[in-house]
T-cell receptor, first 113, second 113 residues
Framework: SQTIHQWPATLVQPVGSPLSLECTVE??????LYWYRQAAGRGLQLLFY??????ISSEVPQNLSASRPQDRQFILSSKKLLLSDSGFYLC????????????FGEGSRLTVL | SQQGEEDPQALSIQEGENATMNCSYK?????LQWYRQNSGRGLVHLIL?????REKHSGRLRVTLDTSKKSSSLLITASRAADTASYFC?????????????FGGGTRVLVKP
């Protein structure tokens, strides 16, 4: 069966520090991968998605970047965090060519102080 | 911008009652999906309805889709305290690449025992 792992679960970082959130998927190959951000009590905003290794599409201009160094690994990064980067980050995957159902990780809560 | 908007934003009911929430969207879709999120957790897929379907059932869940009104509803029958969560609709646009889903702001449901 397929599983998705996302870490760290919680992160408190000072303004200006770097960020790296990791997400890995097991039990499937060539998945579509996504990074969403959720502000407190709000819906989800799509940040990046990837349909293959090295293929990253950015949905909104921001202080963040994403990379996909391996088929089932998706990384969200920042060189210098801003206060506005605080939020709940969710990684998700879907089958390539499927109906589009997303399978989410448990999320990473980032607080920038 | 959010494709789907849920209504109401919050709902409080007694255990055993039915909970109904609505979702409106703006563009043509391939399918519409409903997800559930427990506080501080990732989202879990509940049900998917295709654009050529009008109603779908899964256990105590009933989803309707009216493409002429660009709206959908989720009904949870005989609610339980464990149904307390936020519920999100998400749309897969006909024009979106990469199986991208656009989420609404969600409906927070509280089921009182």
């Amino acid at each position: 069966s397929q599983t998705i792992h996302q870490w760290p679960a919680t992160l408190v970082q000072p303004v200006g520090s770097p960020l790296s959130l990791e997400c890995t998927v097991e039990g499937t190959s060539n998945p579509n991968l996504y990074w969403y951000r959720q502000a407190a009590g709000r819906g989800l905003q799509l940040l990046f998605y990837s349909v293959g290794i090295g293929q990253i599409s950015s949905e909104v201009p921001q202080n963040l970047s994403a990379s996909r160094p391996q088929d089932r690994q998706f990384i969200l990064s920042s060189k210098k965090l801003l206060l506005s980067d605080s939020g709940f980050y969710l990684c998700a995957w879907s089958g390539n060519g499927g109906t589009g159902e997303l399978f989410f990780g448990e999320g990473s809560r980032l607080t920038v102080l | 911008s959010q494709q789907g908007e849920e209504d109401p934003q919050a709902l409080s009911i007694q255990e055993g009652e039915n909970a109904t929430m609505n979702c409106s969207y703006k563009t043509s879709i391939n399918n519409l999906q409903w997800y559930r999120q427990n506080s501080g957790r990732g989202l879990v897929h509940l049900i998917l309805i295709r654009s050529n379907e009008r109603e779908k059932h899964s256990g105590r869940l009933r989803v309707t889709l009216d493409t002429s009104k660009k709206s959908s509803s989720l009904l949870i029958t005989a609610s339980r305290a464990a149904d307390t969560a936020s519920y999100f609709c998400a749309t897969a646009s006909r024009r979106a690449a990469g199986n991208k889903l656009t989420f609404g702001g969600g409906t927070r449901v509280l089921v009182k025992p």
